[in-house]
């Protein structure tokens, strides 16, 4: 029998004490121990990216991290988008622009668009394409994806310009 360990996940502002066998992916360390299931798990080899989280507020696939490199960092997952006051400005935007189909996709783009625009609010067309090239999606065609991103980069960009 592999032994447990006991980790302290901070995942969306909370700590969850989990126990753990050091070789625990993060992904499902996440659905089955701190119960939250909205990150998915699709080809379990880094390629499809439908488990991408936010880790310190870097897209990260966490079906190849363990769980124990996760401890004294922040995770944040697509149930960390949302508040009290309603959907995140990207869950919006995936809703009025018809860029979801079956879904199980969909919190990877989500995870992988809030972490870069938080960290390239400015990001150009063909840069973002490129980044969002990375996640695989069989229903979609990407073009709504794409349109959803832009729109929220270009709603923030012209708050930013306002506010000046």
């Known amino acids: 029998m592999t032994p447990r360990i006991d980790i302290t996940l901070n995942v969306n502002g909370s ?10 992916t993060l992904a499902d360390a996440l659905r089955q ?7 998915n798990v699709g080809c379990e080899h880094g390629v499809c990216g439908a488990c991408t989280v936010l880790l310190d507020g870097e897209p990260v696939r966490s079906c190849l991290m363990f769980a124990v490199q996760a401890q004294g960092r922040r995770l944040r997952t697509v149930e960390g988008l949302a508040n009290a006051e309603g959907l ?10 018809h860029a979801l ?37 069989r229903c979609t065609g990407y073009q709504n ?8 980069r270009d709603s923030r960009r012209l708050a930013r310009e306002d506010a000046r």
């Open 88 to 97: 995140h400005p990207l869950q919006q935007a995936f809703t009025d622009h």
């Open 145 to 152: 994806i794409l349109r959803a991103v832009r729109a929220v």
């Open 15 to 24: 700590d969850h004490d989990i126990r753990v066998e050091p070789r625990r």
């Open 33 to 39: 121990d701190c119960g939250l299931t909205g990150t």
């Open 101 to 137: 189909q079956c879904g199980y996709c969909t919190p990877g783009f989500l995870m992988l668009a809030a972490g870069t625009l938080e960290r390239h609010p400015d990001i150009d067309d063909e840069s973002l394409r490129e980044v969002l090239s990375s996640n695989l999606c």
